[in-house]
């Protein structure tokens, strides 16, 4: 069984240029034909779902795009990062950052303690913290395990899009001095 991850992520090669691909998009997304909403710049897309069908632990999908380098042949790069929105994972990175500093300071005042012979009360902190962590982290699997089904719904509007525009790059011509050469 895999491993769950925080932020699943993927990476995919596609066979149509950047600017095919960031076009279908576009095109899908100004149909508002589907479940999916989304913001598209220059070579990033952010993919959501739409406003009426979220919850706390709805993902979105964010995209970065580039044109393969000239070793990987023509075609299109594409990574993909599945994340809470901004503020959950915000608040999740703050939280468990909080907890690590207050652990750090508390371990040092509890070793302080320590030296001077009195009881390291101090070290109940890093504890508790380790318990608060723990939970966060298993708080956000479950959530991760909840948005499932809007998961595959980003990457299946993805998967439409590249589908698209991989049909819609038009296979290059050969000019008449190539095809004397053929």
Known sequence: MARPRMRPSFRIGARCSTGAL???IERRLAARE???VGTLAS??????????DRRFWTPSLDLMFEASTEQEGPGTRLWGTFS????IWTGFVFTMGTLAIASFFATMFGFGQMALGHAPTALVVPAAALVVGALLYAAALVGQGLSIAEMYTL????DDCLREAEENTA??????PESAAL
């Open 22 to 24: 960031r076009d279908a």
């Open 34 to 36: 589907g479940e999916v």
């Open 43 to 52: 070579a990033h897309c952010v993919l959501e779902v739409m406003a009426d």
């Open 84 to 87: 809470p929105r901004a503020e």
């Open 155 to 158: 990457r299946a509007f993805l």
């Open 171 to 176: 296979a290059p011509s050969v000019s008449a």
